[in-house]
């Protein structure tokens, strides 16, 4: 899942596996913000050249890919995991690796862990930015 238009489409020329040129999370619309001179931080939440981006449940995404089951899901969607989180359906993957520090984002580890533990995970190993957590 790419929301970027040109990082879309180079994605779809080299690798294999399905890539969606859209976002995913709840709503149907929103605009997608490119920096330029600083690709790694154009995003959703930030400020930049405006594109407008679909935005799909990923549990849509994921059966229209033909998938039944996930073993591992890794979100790193600079500052939306939450809501890509909650749209993830009947999904129920055994490991996930969440983003929780976002550069220029205010830190979303405690609302991501507490939301975790609601969901029947428990966190296993953290980094700088990311935390794994496996399902109980």
């Not at 073993?71 to 983003?99: C, K």
Request: proline share 5%.
């Amino acid at each position: 899942v790419e929301p970027d238009p040109y990082f879309a489409s180079e994605c779809q020329k080299h690798r294999k596996a399905a890539t969606w040129c859209c976002a995913a999370g709840l709503k149907n619309y929103t605009i997608f913000n490119k920096i330029d001179n600083e690709p790694q931080t154009s995003g959703l939440l930030r400020k930049g050249k405006k594109a407008p981006c679909v935005v799909v449940p990923l549990v849509d995404l994921l059966q229209a890919s033909g998938i039944s089951h996930l073993n591992l899901l890794s979100i790193d969607t600079e500052g939306t995991e939450l809501e890509v989180w909650s749209t993830r359906g009947h999904f129920h993957p055994t490991i996930v690796i969440m983003e929780c520090a976002t550069s220029g984002l205010p830190s979303t580890e405690e609302q991501t862990v507490r939301q975790m533990r609601i969901d029947g995970y428990e966190e296993v190993y953290k980094t700088e930015t990311n935390i794994i957590f496996v399902s109980n």
